[in-house]
């Protein structure tokens, strides 16, 4: 199971205030339950009869409920508070307080019905949400808001919220903690790509080095005959056409470095790499490195990112972990004639099968082919990527202000024609000017991650409100 693929699991707090009818704390909780057990969402929450009703009002119900928490804190990803009537402020921040799980937090209050405002069947809970929310602002916890101030918990606006939520959830748990492999040293031609690995590692990011002749030895004793080779060229000749002049021996080597590469990322507990892709693994070993990228990141959900990119990994990493889809890297790389709201961004590349409408061709990288020699450069992943929606997403270490930052938004890949080699995505952005007026002026690489969905609100909710870092949402939809 890949790390985007893990179940959510959120702890439940049900708030409730003794004035109020304690019935509507009961079957509120029972509705919430319900429901995310019907999503697939796995649950902790205190046993129904070890407080009033099964809600938290009381300090000594919050000491039950943090303790439990504290008791589950590897397995819980977020909490999910609702309030089915007033609640109590007090018992709600401190299990919060007391549980120190720091872990995203989402609020969520009870509709009142119009017609059912008297003194048994009122809920105030549009008042009660504004107090929690005081107590958390003061308690320094940051929590994340419902679409609407109050909602019915079998609404569509609620779904929707737990989805994203969710997304949140699993991008915070997914980066505190990721190890990024460094395979090989980044090319000297790149400065681009450079980063701080201790800013990394402030966030929980650990990055894992090794020298590139490592993996290259680990491929060239792979034997012929292996199963595991076997398998691999299966999987090869299943992913994309491979035209007819490229020899076997060219796509057993690309199947070798796949495997050498699989095996050092499992044996290292790495959720994504970045590739010495340009061009030592050509000279010295005899293929491109694309391939093996694409597979990792369509078939493990492992993105893998070009030129030692490790910020750029980070990056793709995180969309990966927000939508479950596989990310691709890119280059912001064209103009599209006069059209100022698209551009052209394209790769060798090491895009997924996912991202293409149509057959792929396995064959050899054009620009490194022409100078290299195209006998020592096969593994290119060629195609035009699919029309639909899009969303893209870049961070980095800024080393000189010491802090982590990035921008996202949300955009579309289009089925305008663009008749260039390699992998091509023309994308259309409201706004493209802005956007990279803030890349060039704020001195982003040219590097960017994308990915088949939207999901930029959820990206941001995690890393800008969970994980501390400046990031700038273009067209923010708030």
């Known amino acids: 199971m890949s790390i985007s693929e ?35 969402f796995q649950t902790v929450i205190t046993d129904e009869k070890a407080t009033l009703n099964g809600a938290i ?17 590897a397995t819980i990803d977020g909490i999910v508070v609702s309030l089915p009537n007033f609640g109590d402020e007090l018992g709600i921040v401190q299990t919060l307080d007391l549980a120190g799980l720091d872990v995203p937090v989402l609020v969520h209050a009870f509709d009142d019905d119009v017609g059912k405002v008297g003194i048994r069947e009122r809920r105030d809970a549009f008042c009660g949400k504004i107090s929690v ?38 991008v915070v748990r997914g980066l505190r903690g990721a190890r990024i492999g460094m395979i090989g040293a980044r090319p000297a031609a790149f400065q681009t790509v450079r980063f701080s690995e201790k800013l990394l590692q ?45 020899p076997e021996e060219h796509v057993q080597r690309q199947a070798r470095l796949s495997l050498a590469i699989d095996h050092w990322m499992a044996e290292n507990e790495c959720v994504a790499s970045a590739v010495q892709c340009w061009e030592s693994v050509q000279k010295n070993y005899g293929c491109a490195a694309c391939l093996s990228m694409s ?37 912001w790389n064209n103009n599209y004639g006069t059209d100022r709201e698209k551009c052209v961004n394209t790769h060798c590349s090491n895009f997924p099968r996912s991202f293409f409408g149509s057959d792929i061709e396995l064959s ?25 929606p899009m969303t893209y997403f870049r961070m980095d ?32 952005i409201e706004g493209l ?7 060039t002026q704020q001195g982003y690489e040219h590097h960017v991650a994308m990915v088949r969905t939207h999901c930029a609100s959820a990206v941001y909710e995690a890393t800008s409100k969970y994980l501390g870092w400046d990031v700038y949402w273009h067209n923010a939809e708030q």
């Not at 109050?150 to 939520?165: G, I, K, N, P, R």
């Not at 202000?401 to 091509?424: K, L, Q």
């Not at 000017?433 to 890349?439: E, F, G, N, W």
């Open 202 to 246: 402030a966030t929980g990011i650990t990055v894992v080095p090794v020298d590139l002749s490592e993996i290259l030895s680990a491929a060239e004793k792979i034997r012929g005959n292996a199963k595991e080779l076997q398998e691999k060229l299966a999987v090869i000749r299943s992913y994309g056409m491979i035209p007819e002049r490229v």
């Open 6 to 40: 893990k179940p959510v699991t959120f702890g439940v707090i049900v708030g409730s205030r003794g004035f109020f009818n304690p019935t509507l704390a009961a079957e509120g909780r029972q509705k919430l339950l319900s429901l995310l057990q019907e999503k697939g």
């Open 433 to 439: 000017r802005k956007l990279l007026r803030h890349v």
């Open 295 to 331: 597979l990792m990141g369509e078939m493990e959900r492992k993105p893998s990112a070009c030129e030692v990119d490790v910020a750029g990994a980070v990056s793709m990493l995180t969309l990966t972990l927000a939508t479950g889809n596989a990310a691709g890297f890119l280059d």
């Open 364 to 388: 050899e990288l054009d620009v490194l082919g022409a100078s290299l020699g195209r006998d020592r450069c096969f593994g290119a992943v060629k195609g035009k990527v699919a029309a639909g």
């Open 57 to 73: 009002e009381t300090l000594a119900d919050a000491r039950k409920c943090a303790a439990l928490f504290s008791k589950r804190k």
């Open 397 to 428: 270490t800024d080393d000189r202000m010491g802090d982590i930052r990035g921008y996202v938004g949300n955009g579309e890949f289009t089925d305008d024609p663009f008749a260039m080699d390699g992998g091509i995505a023309v994308c259309r």
């Open 133 to 170: 929310c005081n107590n958390l602002y003061q308690y320094d916890i940051p929590w994340t808001d419902t679409t609407e101030h109050t909602c019915a918990v079998d609404s569509l606006e609620f779904a929707a919220d737990l989805q994203q939520f969710a997304a949140v959830c699993r």
